[in-house]
């Protein structure tokens, strides 16, 4: 089946700095994939949708020079978070849509703590 | 744009009996309705789907149906195991790899011993 690999699965960084976050699909090509912010015991939250070679597009409110994401290739997106806070602090999750059947498939999420 | 409830938000259920979790959505559009099994600090899990042009699927203990005059769409889970204990996420979307999910605000089932 198709495998989404997210790494890394924890990161704890400090208030100022950046954090990369990357989404690999290891046996498919996504020319789409999802990057999705959820709270405790909350739902996720869709925060853009990346598309090979384009610009992502945000959802309302996502503040898109914050939350910076890059689909430089069919199998590789990268969520960065600029001058993290700790509200930032959250689990992240991408998603990737398949290119051969409708569906998609989440990576395992990164837990990010900023200190 | 499309809004997916769900209910309940907590299940509680002996091992042995069964659990059944629905949804409703807003978009007529929508023909993917896919359930997520969710473990604490992990990712989405597939564990079923459907697709509107069929009204019930079925993996071993676990079933989804969907009305789609109702727009209504439930999750069943039979001879429920401890295992089955989780946070379970419906979705709804359209047909189309850029499309986006809709979730659910999710259903925290235990199964008890």
């Known amino acids: 089946g198709a495998v989404v690999s997210q790494h890394p699965s924890r990161v704890i960084c400090k208030s100022g700095t950046s954090v990369k976050i990357e989404c690999r699909s290891l046996?498919?090509?996504?020319?789409?994939m999802f990057w999705y912010r959820q709270f405790p015991k909350q739902s996720l939250m869709l925060m853009a949708t990346s598309n090979e070679g384009s610009k992502a597009t945000y959802e309302q409110g996502v503040e898109k020079d914050k939350f910076l994401i890059n689909h430089a290739s069919l199998t590789l997106s990268t969520l960065t978070v600029t001058s993290a806070h700790p509200e930032d602090s959250s689990f992240y999750i991408c998603s990737a849509s398949h290119d051969r059947e409708d569906g998609y498939t989440f990576g395992s999420g990164t837990r990010l703590t900023v200190v | 744009g499309e809004n997916v409830e769900q209910h309940p938000s907590t299940l509680s259920v002996q091992e042995g009996d069964s659990a059944v979790i629905k949804c409703t959505y807003s978009?007529?559009?929508?023909?993917?309705f896919p359930w997520y099994k969710q473990e604490l600090g992990k990712g989405p899990q597939l564990i079923i789907d459907?697709?509107?042009?069929?009204g019930e699927k079925k993996d071993q203990r676990i079933a989804v149906t969907l009305n789609k005059t109702a727009k209504h769409f439930s999750l069943h889970i039979t001879e429920t195991q401890p295992e089955d204990s989780a946070v379970y996420f419906c979705a709804a979307s359209y047909t189309g790899t850029a499309s986006k999910l809709t979730f659910g605000t999710g259903t925290r089932l235990q199964v008890t011993l």
């Open positions: 978009d007529s559009a929508s023909n993917y």
């Open positions: 459907i697709r509107s042009n069929v």
């Open positions: 046996d498919f090509q996504a020319t789409t």
